[in-house]
């Protein structure tokens, strides 16, 4: 199983990207995605997609990170296995190494895979 994310670069103020985050090899899984980034030196942070919500966290949800929401937009095709954000209206401070993490389940899926990170750069 595999995952690589793509579609990072760089970009001024105001313009737009779309990561594309696609899982190989494992056909026979259900996918579920979510978008983080991570800057040097800081936390790694959620951005978009879908995460475990609920008391014992068995209900799916997708969000939005606050600082991204109404700039970002999340989407995945489950029969493709693949993860899209769009990200418009980039700022500064959305430069990040932008991470995948898939979540794969079934029988013998591996559950969280997360890829090498693709870079957002905005001046």
């Known amino acids: 199983v595999q995952l690589v994310e793509s579609g990072g670069g760089s970009v001024q103020a105001g313009g737009s990207l779309r990561l594309s985050c696609v899982v190989s090899?494992?056909?026979?899984?259900?996918?579920?995605a979510s978008w983080y980034r991570r800057v040097p030196g800081k936390e790694r942070e959620f951005v978009s997609g879908?995460?475990?919500?609920?008391?014992?966290?068995?209900?799916?949800?997708?969000r939005y990170a606050d600082s991204v929401a109404g700039r970002f937009t999340f989407s995945q095709d489950n029969t493709k296995a693949t993860a899209y954000l769009q990200m418009n209206s980039l700022k500064p401070e959305d430069t990040a190494m932008y991470h995948c993490?898939?979540?794969?389940?079934?029988?013998?899926?591996?559950?969280?895979?997360w890829g090498r990170g693709t870079q957002v750069t905005v001046s």
């Open positions: 993490k898939a979540y794969l389940s079934g029988s013998g899926c591996p559950g969280d895979i």
């Open positions: 090899g494992a056909t026979a899984c259900n996918f579920t």
């Open positions: 879908f995460t475990f919500v609920g008391s014992v966290n068995s209900e799916l949800s997708m």
